[in-house]
């Protein structure tokens, strides 16, 4: 073998040394880390709002139930005018123009419980609505989690993919080398040719994978990747699947949002139920009527306590008693059929993070058996015992083998947070990321009372209002 050869694949060597490095020794410069970026998919999340949004109209909910046991007061006020002709015996005409202005005030004192138990069905709402607000961040943190780990493994493919090149150019000038002294035929030269031309080639899609990557990313974290930190703690898993789903069926957003609208559904009924019963109501009206025409005025003050009960009103009620039935009927098997795929989500998982973990340990056994194989290839080309097809071959494997090693430790990272998601844990809160937790009893305890626009918790909800506005 000739001189030329020899220092080329002493290069080679150095440069496969880099490849095993590379996507392991993190960069200089300051790195951004995936709290990081979950950070900024919480903070800058569209979904997020138009749910926070939703759970306020819920909030509202709850006051628009108390508001319906307050005092409604009105005030009226009208100007009538009369035009009177009488023609019994001589012909009268008596055209008068009055005007009224009084106040009616009116109190529901009981109705047999259907105010009560909206007030009680509305809670329950907010209460589901809080749990899938809670659902939604889970996925807009496991798609940032997701967009993360592709960008580094984009970038390391990218990497890879560069040092390929460079190490197929190393091994075409040293055929090349070879061809001119006679120890290798045209034909080693065109392999090495065609490895290099292919090798180019997937470097060009994977940097077109990487843009794509790029661009997901922004998406779901509002801003593009800098200098990713390529390998940060994963969370801690359950021992087993059953565990796993233990914790689940107790935290997981969708369970409990099912749970609560159960809840609601039977207090539903029972307002169904009770808008057959009898209701009592005080009323009271106050006001003063004057005639336009004269100096005549008169004074209307009364009180009255009226009691009332549905007989009749077309099958109405009824019909929805038994709606109400139907629904509750129906959110009940959603919460089995919730409870079911929460468990087989969550059984997936542990599944998915357990095979991620073995392809780990047989991509590492697979890197050192190729790096063996690719030594001894090299070393008995040198005694001319293997062909450069040999060598292009080894080194491809060595490749395909680094390749699956970053794959599978996408792979496992990923798994490992999709198993906290299917768990429930997968949040702000409870992985602790240092960030200004939206609160949804802030908005809740403000409204939950209907207090008027006057009032001091009022003002502040109008500020509160305001500062929304302003976002």
């Known amino acids: 073998m000739g001189r030329s050869y020899m220092m080329r694949m002493v290069k080679m060597t150095v440069a496969g040394a880099a490849i095993a490095l590379a996507g392991i020794v993190p960069g200089q410069s300051r790195a951004e880390n995936l709290a990081d970026a979950m950070i900024g998919a919480y903070n800058t999340s569209g979904l997020l709002e138009q749910n926070r949004a939703v759970l306020r109209a819920a909030d509202e909910d709850v006051a628009l139930a108390v508001s319906a046991l307050r005092p409604v007061v009105e005030w009226a006020a009208d100007i009538t005018r009369t035009l009177q002709e009488s023609r019994r015996g001589p012909t009268v005409k008596n055209n008068t123009t009055s005007a009224f202005l009084g106040l009616t005030a009116e109190l529901l004192l009981y109705d047999s419980g259907v105010r009560r138990y909206a007030i009680k069905a509305a809670k329950e709402t907010v209460l589901a609505t809080r749990q899938t607000l809670v659902a939604v961040e889970q996925q807009i943190l496991l798609r940032a989690v997701s967009a993360y780990f592709n960008v580094v493994l984009q970038q390391q493919n990218v990497s890879l993919r560069e040092n390929n090149v460079g190490l ?3 091994e075409l000038r040293a055929a090349q080398d070879r061809f ?22 997937n470097l060009s899609a994977a940097r077109g994978q990487l843009d794509n990557a790029r661009a997901e990313y922004l998406a779901a974290v509002g801003r593009r990747p800098g200098d990713l930190v390529p390998r940060p703690p994963l969370p801690a898993a359950p021992a087993t699947a059953e565990a796993a789903i233990a914790v689940a069926m107790r935290n997981h957003p969708e369970i409990l949002s099912a749970q609560f609208e159960v809840a609601a559904a039977e207090l539903n009924i029972l307002q169904a139920e009770g808008a057959r019963g009898p209701s009592v109501a005080l009323r009271g009206n106050v006001g003063v009527r004057e005639d336009l025409g004269a100096s005549n005025y008169d004074e209307d003050v009364s009180v009255s306590l009226n009691l009332r009960q549905p007989i009749y009103r077309g099958g109405s009620l009824n019909a929805q008693a038994r709606r109400a039935m139907a629904v509750r009927d129906s959110v009940r098997a959603n919460l089995l ?7 087989l989500t969550a059984t997936n998982a542990f599944v998915r993070y357990e095979v991620a973990q073995a392809s780990l340990r047989a991509s590492d056994e697979r890197i050192r058996a190729a790096q063996v194989a690719f030594d001894g290839i090299r070393e008995e080309a040198k005694l001319g015992a293997r062909t450069t097809l040999d060598v292009l071959q080894a080194e491809q ?9 970053i794959s599978a430790l996408a792979e496992e990272s990923i798994a490992a947070f999709q198993l906290l998601a299917a768990q429930g844990l997968l949040t702000v809160e409870h992985l602790g990321l240092a960030v200004q937790v939206y609160d949804p009893a802030l908005y809740y305890n403000l409204v ?3 207090p008027s626009s006057v009032s001091r918790q009022g003002r502040n909800l109008d500020r509160v209002l305001q500062a929304l506005g302003r976002e």
């Open 180 to 201: 001119e002294v006679g120890e290798v035929t045209r034909t080693d030269v065109a392999l090495a040719e065609s490895r290099q031309a292919a090798a180019r080639s």
């Open 448 to 450: 939950k009372d209907a």
């Open 168 to 170: 197929l150019g190393e």
């Open 337 to 343: 059929t919730v409870q079911e795929n929460i468990a």
């Open 397 to 405: 494997e060595l490749l395909d083998s680094r390749t699956a090693r």
